[in-house]
């Protein structure tokens, strides 16, 4: 079996700082400069990995240094470098000219996010591709739900595909505060339905009110002194607008007695806020893929979770019904942070009704 | 010719052969709104002028304008309604299992003319007792069934059902914990996805908070979200067994335990009763409290939306806090003992108005006991019979899928139609509209919706396996068609008295007009189109 392997060395850069996403050298460099650790390749690793302890014969056929070859060297897997860069700048151009390069595999294993996704679907006729999850966004329906599941999934595939959507922050909804995403085009993915996050799919199924209903528990249940840290999503915007506050759509702000205490905040400054004073997280599900850490919240990272007083979680009935059974899940890179959080959690679906929901690491194996 | 030549008239005619499926066309009147059908003056009978003086009303009940009625003729009204009747698919007229949750089993005629019987029907509920003891004595009779039925101690008629029964357990619920000072601390309801979700909204009314538990991976409720879930805050745990999949959870004592444990209360929503009928009880597990819907499993009409009777079984602990009144035969002159009617001691008062729905309670009084408790047993296995033979037809049609498809099923069914709609785009409700071409119809599930491209099916043991092999025999069809011409379905219906409705008028509270007021007030009086 031949796997190909693409990182976007970039991918999630900007999540932890607060900047929505990767793309463009500009953003990078502004991410690096406030202090972005990269992680991509680690978890295009990991992916290998999970790969190699099931198919020690699969060869990774991948891009030299930071795109692809790196994480080979990394995981131990037998691989060779078929395609180099131009430069040292890995940007839209080089991640379609890998494709190119690549296209002779039996799967693309491609790592980052809704950016990353995008260029592979321009880059033209491409393998099966499966998404290893490192980007900020991850809102397409072709990324595994952790990079050991995409390990998995590509071990496992048998041939046999199925079309996955690829999406991406709908800019225009963003500028008018929303958080819809936008659908690019299809690509082909192994059909393992389990292993695929799914996509992001919008609230707009659940009956109107429904986020009100949920924002008005939410706000019934804060307690005066105490900050609430609120990530992104439609629901956490209710939320501020029943506090009468006009929240960042893809940012993480905190409040504290109906006023806002610091906006759009990134990882380093959630957790000073968090270790100095009574913080809670609230964190809204991501419809189609049940994600409650680890997409978009970045800045909630182990050690800010750990720091926490505790998190609530939030999602409308209709959404926890659409996930057909599936836990809710949770990917913040480290096992332990995953681990913490597992088990059952109180999901409040609305003014004093809630759902006790599973909820686990998205890297553990799925049913 | 003598007439033993004659050729017989239609001999010579060629019969078609009965086609695979009915050439059903519903009937469609155009017809009117009651009110709008109103000429002033117009009357159905003449009342002749009285010869005697009337007897004066006291001015505080008396009207100052009369009521805004219709004014039609007799025949008018019997043609109008007589039409309505024609433009539904009503219980009485068609394979009515499509009702999955609903019980819709046939009600046999003979008990309408029990609760049409003068001696019923003309009573007043504000007579003296002494003058209704038959009743009272139907009453009580029914509730000792029910008591055996359910293993309770007492079981009151008072109560309506579904909603009314659930807010009558969940209002007990609440006069116990706060008989024994919890009330205050006791604030959390438990209930899960696959109950009736009248027990969340009952609850939520109640001023409790409600919590709800989703399925496992087998479909039953995940014992380990109960878990979590109990605690010093439990006030009760509000189930149906078994859940609208038609699954019964085995572990059902166990959930039972585990919030007595935690000081709850269990309380069993008996909706779903029918495929148990006679096999288990509700206090044999534990319950605490319990209801019947005497409209479902006990064969009374439901009555779109009328007055269903409901009954309300609890442990001796909680007989005091029961709706009132109950009625308790105590010595007396008459054979068999005299009735009386009493309210418990510190009883949670009326839920409907009086003594509770006796009409119903007469149907449901004549139905048990046409059947004997060997009946009942029967009917249950009937029911479970039935059900898992269309669950046989129904999952060999390609693209509909059973969840949790290795578990037999008690009396229903949720299927799912997600592989068709997968396939070719056309959705559950629209293979549901399509159906209703061939004189049949089925409910799809509550919301949200868990099961996607959800249909719920119940066949009672009212059905015969012709029926049972009809109903499947369409839905197949309807699904081939789907894969053949998606569109076409999509358009559907063809053959029935409307079209499409537009569902915004019953979900928009601005728009849904319950009455002719209503709609005058919400609408201005035109009717569009």
Redesign the interface.
Known sequence: MIVGLIVNPVAGLGGEVALKGSDGADVQARALALGAVPRARARAAAALRALRLRRPDAVVRTVAGPMGEDSALAAGVRHEVVHRPAGPATGAADTRAAVAALADVDLLLFAGGDGTARDVLDAGPRPPVLGVPAGVKVYSGCFAVSPAAAGAGAAAFDGRTAEAEVVDLDEEAHRAGGVGARLYGTVRVPAARARLSGRKTGSS???PGSAESIARAVVAAMRPGTAYALGPGATTLAVGRALGLELTPLGVDVVRDGAVLDRDVTEQRLLTLAMSQVTHGVLSVIGGQGFVVGRGNQQFSPRVLDALAGIVVLA???K???L??RPLLVDTGDPLADAALA??V?VV?GH???????IQSASEEL? | MSSHDAPEPFATLPVAPKPALRRFHQARWDEEIVFELSRPGRRGVGVPAPDAPLVELPEAVARRTPPALPELSQNQVVRHYLRLSQETLGADFNIDVGQGTCTMKYSPKVNDSFARDPRVAALHPLQPESTVQGVLEIYWRLEQILKEISGMARVSLQPGAGSAAIYANIAMIRAYHAARGEGHRRDQVITT?FSHPSN?ACA?VAG????????D?DGNP?I???R??VGPRTAALLITNPEDTGIFNPRIREFVELVHAAGGLACYDQANANGILGITRARDAGFDLCHFNLHKTFSTPHACGGPAAGACGVSEALVPFLPGPVVDRVAGDRAGGSFTLTAPERSVGKIRPFLGVTPNVVRAYAWVMALGAEGLREVAETAVLNNNYLLARVARIPGASVPWAERRRVEQVRYSWQQLAEETGVHSEEIGIRAADFGVHYWTSH????V?EPFTLEPTESYSREDLDEYAAILAHVADEARKDPEFVRGAPYRQTVHKTDPVTLDDPAQWSPSWRAYLRKHGAKRPG
């Open positions: 199924a659940a009956p409308t009935q209709q926890l019904a659409a057909g059974g088990g059952h109180r679906t004093r009704e809630s759902v006790l929901y599973r049913p | 996805m969340a939520k409790y908070e409600v919590i709800t538990l989703m399925p991976a995940d380990e979200a109960l979590a879930a919301h949200p919706y868990v996607p």
